[in-house]
């Protein structure tokens, strides 16, 4: 090491170590989770981050547990000490007036430039949730979402958004993925073995991954013994052949020459490499936690011994590196900024949160000029800057339906030559036989066909899908798609890539039907390894990119998604109201109870619609305005003394009457409203399908998207679609009414359904000669969920007396409880002469569905009893 990499190593130890002991003296209570033990993690970190900035690396991006975090933030990354000392005491990370619940201190993120020399990377820390390593495949498809330039070639890529791309590490040459583990959590946690397992796929390789894991030689309470059967924590990674590097933490110049030989590895072998940094723990897992009730011999020797910063300052100052007075100097001086900065804390307003640009970082204009400055550039935190500039929370009146006034409807001629691109086979490619009469020719037949009659339903659901990607493409959008056997599809129905039967070459139809075209957008179909939690948290790193991409991810089964809950739980589910990230993804689950048994049968709805933050779920489906009006002025005055945000109304009572017309970017109410947290849709149409997908791009914000797909559609005559369904002024539909035979004053029976159901109820309706008397309407979007178009669907009918959900799945499962809060109290008012919104399902039931086929056949006879039952005939 040169004499400034050790003054540089001395400062950011020095730093994290005064840091650590100024929150032990000022926040006593507060559960930091101190790296004290593992200083020269910071270091190091600085290290892999230059040596790959030397070497071309242009951004990196970094997932982190909560292990020595916000040491790295404030001394590393340049996370004003100010903003952060201010969310410690209570107060809020996200800006005033933007509704959202905020996360805590330990899962904060930031981004900053880092400058080395003559070269410059941009480094991200993602925010994670406390879910050890469940971070690792978020920030691996990040990562490759950056190499893959994902989504440069979409409306989203404004000029703004270029200009704010254009300054260093833009447009870099590689990105790094850098990931920071626990010992315990590393050898513990399966996703690690997911991610490895990514490591040289070619859909998912981010060209290698530098491993630092910060082994403190305990996890919690549990000893090297209890927490692993191997020798070594790293040792998973000998799964893939990855060079372990076993470093002391206390030899900075091995734990130097380890970050740049890591680094050297990773770009001559573009292969994951590790750092087994051998460290200890100072205090328990957590600052208040008394580690020796389970480690007294452990914690006996670690009282007793000097950190490490002192140690090397020591040790320096033999060597003549610095001087005498250097270290104390250094740190009355660091102890003096941090004390100005939670003074300054206490300033800070509710308008500031923590999203602009903080003053000079950890240190900045306090160390001496001997010292190296830490090169550190803050970067506006603001979510909707860069390739997001073009992007914002939706208006109020843009939730119900989620209606954005986006047109999602083409040309009769725009959709015909799209739905040609999908079955346009390539020069040279021979495709097989089967596959040539049952897809190619087949669909361009439906497609001739419905070129001369839009009126005519032939477009079957690939057909749909395969459409409405081809014209994002068209569009400049990028679409990815991964899952298992997602290329071909589980039920051999896309075909979205072919094998040459001759050469075995993989061939994406929709990027070699029109090759080079200019400005573009580039279909990445890739079918995945047996993984769900990887792959869903790969892919939703992916669409935190750029919102020029459409990222679908497809579950072979709908409950397949239970592997993933943590993704879901964790990060979809809450990432925009917890940390301002927005995010498309799409996720495909197959679902219709059709006899496949408990474990294929179900993508278990109910639990996505209890995620919702729906007003509902509280009021019974009774309007209410959500806010802190009325609350007694003592407890108003302390919430807002402790630094807590007043969050404006919901408008959920607006929002669930607004008409289509309102609905719009730009209209009158320009009030922010935090809205439902992801849809859950079932359509019952390809042409619906079609402008879901559309839609989950066009419009000017993201939400994550459930789509409860189907199986047996993918096939049936009767769900088809006509060109005229996907036509100019066309749209999605969040409900589609009922077309009885009779007139409306005829029907005493009001059925609402989704997704496959509804083909069920015709049969049965038809073969039981009530469909004069039967109304039967598709709630195609149960969240957010259509309480307009429901509302004035059952005023159509002023002498209805029976209206009911209509559920494949049992009682105790599906929408049911969903929607008994949203519609009940509507079907009161609407349908005066009924009784209320009544059930008809399968009976509860522990597992998702029965595994006996004559079991099966029973229950569906049944559930056609209960349907009929007081029906009337004409």
């Known amino acids: 090491m040169t004499t400034a990499q050790k003054r540089n190593a ?75 000392f201010r969310k410690l005491r209570g107060g809020a990370d996200i800006a005033a007036g933007i509704p959202g619940m905020d996360d805590v201190s330990s899962h904060v993120a930031a981004s900053c430039v880092r400058t080395y020399g003559s070269t410059t990377a941009r480094v991200s820390m993602l925010h994670n949730p406390s879910h050890l390593e469940a971070v690792n495949p978020v920030a691996m498809g990040k990562t490759r979402a950056k190499r893959d330039g994902a989504g440069s070639a979409s409306k989203w890529a404004t000029p703004a958004a270029a200009t704010a791309q254009s300054g260093p590490g833009a447009g870099s040459a590689d990105a790094m993925c850098l990931l920071v583990h626990g010992d315990g959590a590393f050898s513990g946690q399966g996703v690690v073995w997911e991610s490895l397992a990514m490591a040289t796929l070619p859909g998912f390789n981010v060209g290698g991954t530098v491993h630092v894991v910060v082994n403190n030689q305990v996890a919690f309470t549990a000893t090297r013994r209890e927490g692993r059967s191997s020798s070594y924590c790293t040792d998973v990674a000998k799964g893939i052949g990855a060079p372990v590097l076993h470093v002391n933490g206390e030899d900075l110049d091995a734990v130097v020459w380890a970050g740049r030989t890591a680094v050297a590895y990773r770009k001559k072998f573009n292969r994951d490499v590790l750092i087994d940094l051998v460290t200890y723990r100072r205090h328990g897992h957590n600052e208040v936690d008394q580690p020796r009730f389970t480690q007294p011999h452990m914690y006996s020797g670690i009282t007793e011994k000097q950190g490490f910063p002192s140690t090397y300052a020591a040790a320096l100052r033999t060597e003549g590196v610095l001087s005498d007075s250097r270290d104390a100097t250094l740190r009355g001086q660091l102890d003096k900024f ?36 830490s090169g550190l550039v803050t970067k506006d935190g603001s979510a909707f800057g860069g390739k997001w500039a073009g992007i914002r929370l939706p208006n109020a009146l843009e939730i119900p339906g989620s209606r954005s006034g986006v047109a999602t409807g083409m040309s009769f001629d725009d959709l015909v030559r799209v739905g040609k691109h999908t079955v346009t086979v390539p020069e040279g490619v021979t495709v097989h036989d089967h596959l040539m009469r049952g897809h190619f020719i087949a669909r361009t037949e439906a497609l001739d066909q419905a070129a001369s009659d839009p009126s005519e339903p032939v477009i079957n659901w690939a057909t749909a899908e395969g459409m409405a990607f081809a014209s994002l493409l068209d569009q ?10 997602v290329e071909r599809g589980t039920f051999s129905h896309r075909h979205g890539v072919v094998v040459c039967q001759e050469s075995g070459r993989k061939v994406p139809i929709l990027n070699e039907c029109v090759p080079g075209a200019a400005g573009r957008g ?70 219709g109870f059709d006899g496949a048994g408990p474990e294929h049968s179900s993508a278990r709805i ?131 009414g009922a077309s009885p035979t009779g007139s409306a004053e005829e029907v005493k029976t009001v059925l609402f359904c989704s997704g496959r159901q509804y083909y069920e109820l015709e049969a049965a309706i038809n073969e039981a000669g009530a469909s004069a008397t039967t109304a039967i309407a598709r709630v195609e979007e149960i969240a957010p969920f259509p309480t307009d178009d429901l509302e004035a669907e059952l005023k159509r009918f002023p002498n209805a ?33 009924s009784t209320g919104l009544e059930l008809v399902s399968r009976p509860v039931c522990p597992t998702p569905a029965v595994g006996v086929g004559s079991m099966h056949k029973v229950q569906e006879a049944l559930l056609k009893k209960d349907i009929l039952a007081t029906l009337p005939t004409e």
């Open 10 to 84: 001395h400062l950011l130890m020095t730093q994290a170590e005064v840091w650590e002991h100024f929150l032990g003296k000022k926040f006593v209570t507060l559960k930091r989770y101190s790296g004290e033990g593992a200083e020269a993690m910071l270091p190091l970190l600085d290290e892999i981050i230059g040596a790959a900035s030397k070497g071309g690396v242009g951004e990196v991006v970094i997932g982190m547990p909560h292990r020595g975090r916000l040491a790295t933030l404030v001394s590393l990354l340049g996370y004003p000490a100010r903003q952060l």
């Open 338 to 373: 941090l004390q100005a900065e939670l003074d300054a804390s206490a300033d800070l307003t509710d308008e500031s949160g923590s999203w602009g640009v903080g003053p000079a970082p950890f240190g900045g204009d306090s160390t001496p000029d001997d010292i190296p400055a």
């Open 476 to 485: 400049g959008f990028d679409v990815r798609m991964s899952g298992q056997d």
């Open 522 to 591: 580039k279909l990445h179909s890739v079918s995945s390894h047996l993984s769900e939690f990887g792959v869903l948290g790969f892919e939703y790193g992916y669409s935190l990119e750029s919102p020029g991409v459409l990222p679908v991810w497809e579950a072979q089964f709908g409950d397949f998604a239970n592997c993933a809950q943590v993704i879901i739980d964790q990060f979809l589910s809450g990432s925009e109201t917890k940390w301002m990230r927005q995010s498309g993804l799409v996720m495909l689950l197959p679902h």
């Open 606 to 736: 109910e639990r996505f619609l209890q995620l919702v933050n729906s007003p509902a779920w509280a009021t019974g489906g009774v309007d209410v305005d959500v806010s802190l009006e009325g609350m007694d002025d003592a407890v108003s005055a302390a919430l807002r003394a402790a630094g807590v945000r007043t969050l404006p109304p919901s408008h959920a009572a607006a929002a669930s009457r607004a008409s289509p017309s309102a609905a719009v970017a730009g209209a009158e109410d320009k009030s922010w409203f935090e809205g439902i947290n992801f849809s859950v849709c079932q359509p019952s149409t390809p042409a619906n399908y079609f402008h879901l997908l559309r839609r989950q791009v066009l419009r000017p914000f993201r939400k994550p998207l459930v789509v409860v797909a189907p199986k047996t559609l993918l096939r049936l005559r009767g769900a088809r679609s006509a060109l005229a369904e996907m036509g100019p002024e066309s749209e999605f539909r969040p409900l589609i």
């Open 801 to 833: 007396e029976r209206v009911a959900w209509v559920q494949e799945e049992p009682a105790n499962a599906g929408a049911w409880s969903f929607v008994r809060a949203h519609a009940a109290a509507v079907t009161k008012t609407a349908a005066p002469k």
